[in-house]
């Protein structure tokens, strides 16, 4: 009883943290990205957007020399988007804390098989994060290397 109580507790005292302070830390870091890129991004073709996005996540070089700028960028801001991110990643610690003492304390197995599955999305989105991210550096150095920049 105890237990579930203080559990329930520091969810609620994490989600108070992560609405009055983590997501206003997270838009300012947000906001401190590449905002030139930004508009210059926006303002592209949507077929042009999706057909640099396509070269980035297929790990191939860039075609236009007056491209490549704005790929390299644009890997440079997912970078800054990613960092900004890692907020949250450390919010879900006393909440998982919070679960596994419940799961623990009443002995209830499908807690259990919830971390469990959360665990394996968190692993597999981990894979997959990183999967993308060498993709668009394997385009940003082909880009480079083709139009030597």
Request: glycine fraction near 4%.
């Amino acid at each position: 009883m105890v237990v579930e109580l203080v559990g329930t507790a520091v969810i609620t005292a994490d989600c108070f943290v992560l609405w009055r302070y983590t997501l206003p830390r997270y838009k300012e870091r947000l906001a401190r990205g590449d905002n030139d890129w930004r508009r210059q991004w926006r303002s592209l073709d949507p077929s042009k957007r999706r057909a640099l996005t396509q070269a980035m996540r297929n790990g191939v070089a860039v075609h236009d020399p007056e491209d490549v700028d704005l790929v390299v960028r644009a890997d440079a801001q997912l970078d800054h988007v990613r960092r900004a991110s890692r907020v949250f990643e450390h919010m879900m610690v006393p909440i998982i804390a919070a679960v596994v003492a419940i799961a623990i304390a009443d002995h209830f197995r499908f807690l259990w098989y919830v971390l469990g599955a959360g665990f394996l999305w968190w692993f597999v989105a981990g894979l997959i994060v990183r999967w993308q991210s060498r993709q668009r550096k394997r385009s940003v150095a082909a880009s480079r290397q083709l139009h030597r920049v």
